[in-house]
DNA sequence: GTTAATGCAAAAACTTTGCAAACCT
DNA sequence: AGGTTTGCAAAGTTTTTGCATTAAC
């Protein structure tokens, strides 16, 4: 339920978007793909992504459409550091941040790590995770902890 | 480490901040006492507040004493929604933020339900967490997980 | 042909900065 | 008195919105 079963292909995308009445359009396709392939990226670095790949996409048009993308599931986004949110497929298996505060490196942890945790929080709160939105900050062990 | 010895008082604050050739101002002081009476706030929620309290505070100082302030280590920040940070007092001893996607209801859990966690992410990564900026997604008992 | 989506430009929201006046010590 | 802090106003960023035009279906 946390996990979704992802689209890969064009065609997947179009039925997706089409069964809630909305449009496959080349700069929805460009943006998702350089989500895809950034790993964690904030609107203004998908601006500029799309841009290199050749093909113009206003601004406004890639805030409306990671907007959309989040509303359809393909896309997610966590606040990796204090200015924009980041955003990031669902394609890959959801993952645990681990932001570093000194060099600013994020590492992306197996869920598995943080199962116990998770369990406690569900039995002392009823508490239900999304792992996939977890971001942990601290120190790195390049940056000495 | 993670923790700070709080100053409580008045004569405390001004201690701290003229170790570092600062000023203790009533503005300063009023912000402060927001924030610690806040639980969580955004620079414009404390702006409010200090408002209330019928005294009048520029929002510039408001960002720039939330910044003061953060510096010494009187307060700190996080994300616990998409729009601004909120800042909250360390007076309190760290804890583990719950947002609920669903109500929007912050919990504050004990540290120690992330011990293991944190064990086992030094272990496996070499991470050191700050347990102190852990905000943790996801839903609620009563929004049903 | 319809209806949704885009681009553009303007507005809104949020934060930072420069500088003279006011205030703390 | 002397240097820090404030308020104000202006500028900088980031995100949102309205509307005519364009494009998907």
Redesign the pocket.
């Known amino acids: 339920m946390a996990t979704h079963a992802q689209p890969s292909s064009r065609q997947d995308w179009?039925t997706l978007?089409?069964a809630k009445?909305?449009?496959?359009?080349?700069?929805?396709e460009l943006v998702l793909r350089a989500v895809d392939r950034l790993g964690h990226a904030?609107?203004?670095e998908v601006l500029a992504a799309v841009h290199q790949e050749s093909e113009?996409?206003?601004?406004?048009?890639v805030?409306?459409?990671l907007?959309l993308l989040e509303e359809l599931g393909l896309v997610r986004h966590a606040h990796l550091h204090d200015?924009?949110?980041t955003y990031h497929t669902t394609a890959t298996p959801a993952h645990v941040h681990l932001v570093c505060r000194g060099c600013g490196s994020v590492v992306e942890a197996d869920p598995k790590v943080v199962e116990e945790f998770t369990d406690r929080l569900r039995d002392t709160h009823g508490f239900g995770t999304d792992v996939g939105h977890l971001t942990v900050f601290g120190t790195c062990a390049s940056c000495g902890a």
Chains 1, 2 share one sequence.
């Open positions: 179009r978007l089409r009445g909305y449009r496959l359009t080349p700069q929805r904030t609107p203004d113009a996409v206003n601004i406004s048009t805030y409306r459409t907007e200015r924009a949110p």
